[in-house]
């Protein structure tokens, strides 16, 4: 089937007769073709500001990584006088903010020459980061090798699997401290594994010092607060360095899971884990945030918005709501990380709170 | 008398509880009357100085104590209180 033709408008050519001129006005019907030139750059510069910025050009897909939207969601405040905006990184390429992370963390490998023709970079991921560190290595022709909990979900693995990672299960039971602790202890015996690491590795808060922040500032300057998830604390220390240097004052504001019953597989309080990157003094709150809490305002996010995120969306807005009500007036700003899709088989979106409530106690996913 | 929740990695030490009712005005009070009840807590709580060990994180409503005013976080009458040992973001998998 024939597509139909695209129709294009030629914007008016300058007359030559004046440009020869070098001086405006000279020339033959300068002061008419002066107008419609100008005439013509207005309308097209009005067409563009009243169009949303839309994705731009790029040569290649890492490069289209980050410039995400910031959408307004008025119906997830509880309080009239504060806006919340919601910043979307299911955006992204892969479908979450660890593509900017993941980017920052093999392009520091690469600068730091530990990158050898038989390197397998290998990340403890329960699945964004991994995900993100598949695509980026088939891309760049690099081996990606994920320590995952064995009971992460299905599609997590089949992503991984569809960029051609390779998956080294960890006992579900010891959740990320397990795979941490597996992919430690890998690296350790095979000098061809290179960890990417992104619980330590300066590259994971710079990517959001360098891209999210500066986002978040440009389409927000008058954000107040910011709240992100608390995973590998990556995103509050980045957005928050950046945001204490440009706008101090900005309170910035974590939204941590609360921990499954049966998967605290720990045997002393000393085989906690704080990440490396961890700065407890760039936050000024921290909320812990219930998985029934979080999947609930997930599906009011939802119905009310139109947004489909995923259950650490859910966390970040129990936390935003909850700064809200502290606020007399104001502005959020909320980075939700990542989509739905991943989760549909978990039943998220379907299934009664009762019928999940073994999973609500031993947790959902979030990172 | 508030309700202190123990992780499930403390709860050996407090004869299998999930929860202790215990008084206090303050985080500082609530916890020095659990390590009173309990003195194995002691050390894994708070550091030799009496500030809490980096690994442990008290919660009073949901909130970080560490954002708060620390132990020295009022802890009125119907407040839950909450230990949490610091774990990697998605410790939960699934």
């Not at chain 1, 994705?55 to 509880?78: F, K, Q």
């Not at chain 1, 509050?236 to 921990?259: D, H, Q, S, T």
Request: hydrophobic share 40%.
């Amino acid at each position: 089937m024939a597509l139909p033709k695209p129709v294009v408008v030629r914007p008016p050519e300058p007359d030559d007769a004046d440009q020869r001129s070098g001086a405006p006005g000279t020339g033959r019907n300068a002061p008419d073709a002066q107008v419609h030139a100008h005439a013509h750059a207005h309308a097209h510069a009005h067409a563009h500001a009243a169009m949303a910025p839309h994705g731009g050009r790029y040569d290649d897909i890492l490069d289209a990584i980050g410039h995400t939207p910031l959408v307004e969601i008025p119906r997830m405040s509880p309080n009239p006088a504060v806006r919340i905006f919601a910043k979307l990184e299911m955006v992204n390429p892969t479908g979450s903010v660890k593509d900017r992370v993941a980017k920052y963390l093999i392009e520091d490998l690469e600068r730091r020459g530990l990158l050898q023709p038989d390197s397998i970079i290998l990340e403890p991921t329960s699945g964004n980061t991994g995900i993100a560190l598949a695509m980026i290595g088939r891309r760049k022709g690099y081996r990606v090798a994920l320590v995952m909990p064995d009971n992460v979900t299905n599609e997590r693995r089949q992503m991984a699997a569809l960029f051609g990672a390779e998956v080294i299960d960890s006992p579900g039971r010891l959740g990320s401290n397990g795979a941490i602790s597996l992919a430690k202890h890998l690296v350790s015996k095979d000098p061809r594994f290179v960890m990417a690491y992104q619980y330590g590795n300066e590259a994971n808060p710079r990517a959001h010092e360098e891209t999210t922040g500066p986002e978040i500032l440009a389409d927000c300057p008058e954000v107040d607060v910011f709240v992100a998830g608390l995973g590998t604390s990556g995103t509050l220390m980045g957005v928050g360095r950046f945001l204490r240097r440009a706008k101090p004052g900005v309170r910035i504001v974590a939204a941590e899971p609360l921990p499954g019953e049966h998967l605290q597989g720990l045997r002393s309080l000393d085989e906690g884990f704080v990440p490396e990157i961890f700065d407890p003094s760039m936050l000024d709150a921290k909320y812990l945030v219930s998985n029934q809490d979080s999947i609930a305002a997930l599906r009011d996010l939802v119905d009310r918005e139109g947004i489909f995120g995923g259950p650490s969306c859910g966390a970040v807005l129990v936390a935003a709501a909850r700064e809200a009500q502290l606020m007399t007036a104001g502005t959020i700003v909320a980075l939700l990380p990542d989509g739905g899709w991943k989760y549909l088989s978990a039943g998220t979106f379907t299934r009664s709170f009762d019928e999940m409530k073994d999973d609500l106690e031993g947790g959902v996913s979030w990172w | 008398m508030s309700v202190v929740r123990i992780p499930t990695v403390l709860r050996p030490q407090v004869g299998g509880n999930k929860e202790v009712e215990l008084a206090g005005t303050t985080v500082r009070e609530v916890v020095d009357a659990l390590t009173s009840q309990y003195p194995s807590l002691k050390s894994q709580l708070l550091t030799d100085e009496g500030a809490l060990n980096r690994f442990v994180n008290v919660y009073v409503n949901g909130q970080d104590v560490r954002y708060l005013d620390g132990l020295a976080t009022p802890v009125g009458e119907r407040d839950e209180v909450r230990l949490l040992p610091a774990m990697a973001g998605g410790a939960h998998a699934r």
